[in-house]
């Protein structure tokens, strides 16, 4: 991961503990892939993957969660829930972060963007 990757991962974990989620993990890794943060919010487990670039470009961020993607997110999300005493709905979110030279320009979380089908 690039320095922007990791910088905008720590920017959306100081985003989400200022929105009153209880971060569980960051960079869980499993056979299936890996979950950006992991966090609990209100009746929820929140699985967030977070994506950013330097301009806001024709493409947006969220955009390049696409199927394959939230596939492997869900996997792991469902190893996750398998092996963890979880009494929580699971929910997936993307988070995605505008930042150019270590300096954020805008941050847009998207609750519920994908689901399980």
């Known amino acids: 991961m690039n320095n922007r990757g ?3 991962e720590l920017k959306a974990v ?5 929105k009153n989620y209880e971060i569980i993990e ?11 943060i992991i966090a609990k919010h209100q009746n929820y487990i929140v699985f967030v993957e977070v994506k950013s670039r330097e301009n806001d470009t024709l493409v947006k961020p969220r955009e390049l969660v696409d199927s394959k993607k939230q596939s492997k997110i869900i996997a792991c999300a ?24 270590l300096k954020i320009k805008s941050i847009e979380h998207l609750e519920n963007a994908f689901q399980v089908v």
């Open 6 to 8: 990791k910088f905008a």
């Open 14 to 18: 100081m985003y989400l503990q200022s």
């Open 26 to 36: 960051a960079n869980y890794n499993c056979r299936f892939g890996e979950i950006d």
């Open 78 to 101: 469902k190893y996750y829930l398998l092996t963890h005493e979880v009494d929580l709905q699971p929910r997936f979110d993307v988070i995605e972060i505008i930042c150019k030279d």
